[in-house]
């Protein structure tokens, strides 16, 4: 049943995946980059990772799809389906990455690892996990990314800004 | 229960479709949507790995966090340069804006 899941939910999400990179029209791919991150989400609930799936759902889909229309409703012609929406070296770009993808298919299937969860989670783990972030061990990267949050809001704010 | 394998495959597949979409795409929000693909694929790989190999560690949950943190920034000062550029440039094809090649 679980394995049904996630095969339905892991080629819903990868078809819509497949049609942001190949679509012409820039605005229907962002509609689908919508369908491919709450399949992501999906496969989110399944590694009973519930958190992730709800910041998930509320960053991805919420926030930074949202800016992803905005920018393309502020440029004109990306919704002109005459623009070419690939270069010339598009089949090249398709045999690496399919390349790319054999290669890691065949490692990741031939490596031996362990067929089940080796334990389960707590059931309070996202109270674990806040107090993860402010212990010894995970302080330094919390602080780090508040840093480059505050200067990712600032810098975007002033490149932006109409002189 | 599904393999560890499947979802690691998954998370493959679903970069390197973002790779295929950084290499060929020629609009730079088209690129930035793949790059938010590949970033995803790499969250899914660190959620795995928590919940098959190290549950009752948090340093998956945490590298997620930050993975999504730095996505969000990712996202805004790229949309940003991309709408500072189409407003001094008038395109946001990666292969006009060539300013800076000798």
Known sequence: MAQAIFIILSLITLGCALVVVTNRNLFHSALYLAFVFVGVAGLYFMLQAEFFAGIQVLIYVGAILTLIIFAIMLSRDLMNPNVRGFNRQWWAAAIVAGLLFVVLAVVLWRAPWPAAPVGEPSADFIAELGQALVSPAYVLPFEVVSILLLAALVGSILIARER | MVPLSWYLIVAAALFCIGLYGIL???????????????LNAVNINLLAFWRYLTPAH?????????????????????????????????????????????
Request: cysteine-free; proline content about 0%.
């Open chain 2, 24 to 38: 060929a795409r020629r609009n730079a929000i088209g690129i930035l949507m793949a790059v938010e693909l590949m």
């Open chain 2, 58 to 102: 948090m340093s998956g949950q945490v590298f997620a966090l930050v993975v999504l943190a730095v996505a969000a920034a990712e996202a805004a000062v790229g949309l940003a340069l991309i709408v500072a550029i189409y407003r001094t440039r008038d395109t946001v094809n990666v292969e006009e804006v060539d300013l800076m090649k000798l």
